[in-house]
């Protein structure tokens, strides 16, 4: 009965890190978009377009690490 409980609560830390994972991608996105949108491009410096290009890696990132979680979760269910 222990194991089931200890199933439930992994799963559930797997959930919430994935709900985490998934709103600061969106948030990145929505960051990402609205800037490459509102600004011409002959406007952004090397930096700027670095510092996207930075926040572009991190959005990969959270969502790479939103599947992984996902597969685990996918796992912990038996499938």
């Keep these: 009965m222990g194991g089931s409980a200890d199933d439930a609560e992994e799963a559930s830390s797997v959930l919430a890190r994935t709900r985490l994972l998934v709103g600061e991608a969106h948030a990145l996105t929505y960051a990402l978009v609205m ?3 509102s600004t011409p491009r002959e406007e952004l410096t090397s930096e700027e377009i670095d510092a996207l290009c930075q926040v572009a890696y ?16 996918s796992e912990l269910q038996g499938g």
């Design 58 to 73: 991190e959005l990969l990132n959270k969502l790479s690490q939103a599947a992984d979680c996902c597969a685990e979760s």
């Design 35 to 37: 800037v490459l949108s």
